[in-house]
């Protein structure tokens, strides 16, 4: 089994300072819920985001929504052969149980997010389905404790997703941004045992899980 880790993810309930926003509490209205029991949004909270910290990397939790939803849907999570954790922009870690139907619509999926927040788990059938924690990067990397951590940044050395997974260990962490724009920040890189680009033009980060998992199971099942 290996382990895929979206790294300071968008995705968050609406923090303390902007939530008397005009912005945050029409959409609130509208969802008929309080401003701070919502994801922040930059399709609605635009202007109440300007100027924020990290901004760049906040407000696209549909970001997260695509890339969960690309790693939840193939052979290798329903084989019981792929992790799935989502550390968030504020140090919270979401883990993604078995065998679990990620809602394929949005705002679906956005509600789901927001009851997890609140919640700290969600449940079926006495399963838990997805869970939710204070943990830091770091953190979660030692309680991992991978043989190796493969990140993915323009930054980082040339190479090709065929070659990557195939020198992938069995137990390994595979590590990619769950933000629109940037790059890690220092705390995320110094967990990182390598750092991998593909070319000079950005891939969406759903477009590398697509395309490193598939290779992946390229090793695995054929």
Not at 94 to 108: A, D
Request: glycine residues 6%.
């Amino acid at each position: 089994m290996i382990s895929l880790i979206l790294a300071e993810s968008s995705i968050e309930l609406v923090p303390e300072e902007l939530k008397s926003h005009s912005s945050v509490v029409l959409h609130a209205q509208k969802l008929g819920k309080k401003p701070s029991d919502i994801l922040l949004d930059n399709s609605w909270h635009f202007a109440a985001m300007k100027g924020i910290n990290n901004e760049i990397k906040r407000g696209r939790p549909d970001l997260v929504h695509f890339s969960i939803l690309e790693a939840t849907t193939i052979p290798l999570y329903h084989q019981k052969k792929l992790k799935v954790l989502i550390h968030t922009i504020d140090n919270k870690v979401i883990r993604v149980g078995e065998n679990v139907n990620i809602p394929k619509s949005y705002h679906r999926f956005a509600g789901l997010v927001e009851k997890l927040f609140l919640q700290k788990t969600i449940k079926a059938d006495n399963q838990e389905l997805l869970s939710i924690k204070d943990q830091s990067f770091s953190e979660l990397i030692d309680e991992i404790n991978p043989p190796q951590t493969i990140g993915f940044s323009t930054t980082g050395k040339q190479s090709t997703f065929e070659k990557i997974s195939n020198n992938l260990l069995d137990g390994s962490c595979i590590v990619i941004g769950g933000f629109q724009k940037g790059h890690f920040s220092d705390s995320i890189k110094k967990k990182i045992t390598q750092m991998f680009s593909f070319g000079n033009t950005p891939l969406e980060a759903h477009v590398v899980i697509a395309r490193i998992l598939y290779e992946y199971e390229k090793t695995i099942f054929m």
